[in-house]
């Protein structure tokens, strides 16, 4: 079966989407609207990107591809209000800068500069806050982003949670290189960095409503330099970092954005026995849940053990594997060949069972 | 008196300023911090600035001074906690479009992108979110910006007051231009290009907590068209929005990072009736509350009524004013020429008069 990606095709499927009209059935915000599942893409999709309509947005990549006065640059924004603040491994203000320096790495540009804007409730102990900003500095400096601007607003008493932080980054992108999820294609391989559910089980157990303990700490981790390494090697279509929804949710997004399939062996999917234990008690898949330093890639199947060895080769990439491969039917469905020998559909999260976990 | 503003006086300054080595007296986050005043300068300083320590942060502009790859750019954010989210003249849509347009353009830039956060509290209506995002929409299309990239969070019932929003936005700066209020010198005009006072009485009104109507209508509008008016004219050695904490608060800046003092004749500045009657009853001075469609302009002397001639000439800027001037002494000090014939200090905010006004 032979499927031409030409620029028409996709125009045709944007178009296609558009006449589907997402529309949100609800009255009120959910919690799922902020799980990134499918709630999230609803809303995104009905009221976001049908009143901002314009082409920088309308890809919903990791960061937008903008030129300014001839320069290629990527722009990206997260908010961080994960519960609680402190957790093994890591802080909201860890998160908040490696958070927006992979979402522009894992976009192929080189981060630059990050702005940050607080918005602190009455109350929060300025020790905290000073703790945070800490673990920021730190953050920026191992790769290497200048914090440029700020803001601080402050919330009364009971609203705000103690600290929400909102980082904004952008980068340069190199003029050479087209990478997006859209271009996957039948044969590709389907590569992940690392093992999986690390940060979304730590947060989980850190909120203490478990009676659970497990040796483990959140995956936070710049990736700049991993994705640099693996944009070395030819081959390389696209990078997402799987962070809410986790690595199910960024193969859906990868099956959509490309009318592909996606089939994944569960075997290959690299997961730590204490997140597996986790998740069988917390009754939730491990591909769902977040990770703040893992990618997942796509990649020429051609180049998949070059891709491999390049991230093997890297301390953050010792673990990578391929986990599946991009085919052409059911398009827009993820398949998962379970440890049984079974094959299911992994559908976009629905609900959010981890909430605030970023 | 002759006073050399050189490169190495700034950098003398700077040096100074560091020494000095502010401190945060409290143990946690009050309202005052939030206020724009002395409390948050405070708190920039020896928190935010002390860690992020860059030559890129620390001119505390309205927005960075950035170069990315040869291409001369300006970056701001701004996070939008404004109770209520709905008042008379706008929601917290137009501020967070027209506050970020603003910074970037009191600093010289031209508005090209802006990206922006949501943070949602679980039972916010949706209705109320595509008001929002529809002001979003419009605002942006009336200056020429694109929102190009976004971030959705859902927070608990409780938290989070409905909506927060943040923006970032980037422009493009000319190269050929050095704006910043560290330049202002002895002769300079200080000009005003509107009525002061009116969104942050507005707002305050909106919340119904006092008896007091008043026909009164936010004054929050973008300023790229009337910024870029002036900077036609020679001489305009800075531009500041008086958002929190007011055209006074915009006044002590200048006083300080120059090293000046500045002279205000409190007869000069326009403030619409209804405004000076609600702040006599509030007990608060128009000087010191927020505005988000107004900025204050400093200008060699000898351009003053060219710059005068250049906002009157443009619809929002028909009520424009002079209403002051930079002297020599006493330097980092903002003095007050009464109505009644006094002098006063009108130092930096202490505390928070108008909580939450954007």
């Known amino acids: 079966m032979s499927r031409a990606r030409t620029e028409d095709d996709v125009l045709e499927r944007i178009e296609r989407a558009r006449r589907r009209k997402p529309r949100v059935r609800e009255e009120r915000i959910t919690a ?5 599942g499918k709630a999230t893409q609803t809303l995104i999709e009905a009221v976001f990107v049908e009143a901002f309509r314009n082409a920088l947005l309308e890809p919903l990549g990791d960061a937008a591809d903008l030129v300014l006065d001839g320069t290629r640059l990527a722009m990206t924004t997260d908010s961080y209000v994960v519960s609680p603040l402190f957790f093994p491994g890591g802080n909201i203000g860890d998160l908040a800068v490696n958070g927006t320096v992979n979402d522009l790495a894992v976009a192929g540009a080189i981060p630059a500069y990050l702005s940050c804007g607080f918005i602190l409730e009455e109350g929060f102990p300025i020790e905290d806050l000073r703790r945070i900003v ?12 200048a914090l440029v601007t700020g803001d601080t607003k402050v919330v009364g008493r009971g ?20 990478l997006g999820i859209h271009t996957a294609r039948p044969g590709d391989a389907i590569v992940v960095s690392g ?54 949710t960024v193969l859906n997004e990868i099956a959509r954005a490309a009318d592909v399939s996606v089939v994944v062996n569960e075997d290959a999917v690299p997961v730590r026995d204490e997140v597996r234990g986790a998740c069988e008690l917390l009754g939730i898949d491990p591909l769902y849940v977040a990770c703040e330093g893992r990618f997942v890639a796509v990649v020429d199947g051609a180049y998949a053990d070059e891709a491999l060895a390049a991230l093997q080769g890297h301390p953050q990439g010792a673990e990578a594997a391929v986990i599946g491969r991009v ?4 398009a827009g469905t993820v398949l998962l060949n379970t440890a049984f020998g079974g094959t299911r559909i992994a559908d976009l999260l629905v609900g959010d069972p981890l909430p605030r976990i970023c």
Chains 1, 2 share one sequence.
């Open 327 to 330: 085919g052409p039917d059911p």
């Open 159 to 178: 609203s705000g949670d103690g600290c929400y932080v909102n980082t904004t980054g952008i980068g340069l992108l190199p003029t050479d290189r087209a």
């Open 32 to 36: 799922a609207h902020g799980a990134g």
């Open 195 to 248: 093992p999986v559910g690390e940060h979304g089980v730590t947060v989980m157990l850190a909120r203490g409503e478990l009676e659970l303990e497990a040796d483990l700490v959140s995956d936070t981790a710049p990736l700049a330099d991993l994705c640099a390494r693996l944009l070395a090697v030819p081959g390389v279509r696209a990078m997402r970092d799987a962070t809410r929804g986790g690595v199910a």
């Open 134 to 145: 800490a673990s920021m500095r730190e953050c920026a400096e191992a790769v290497g982003v």
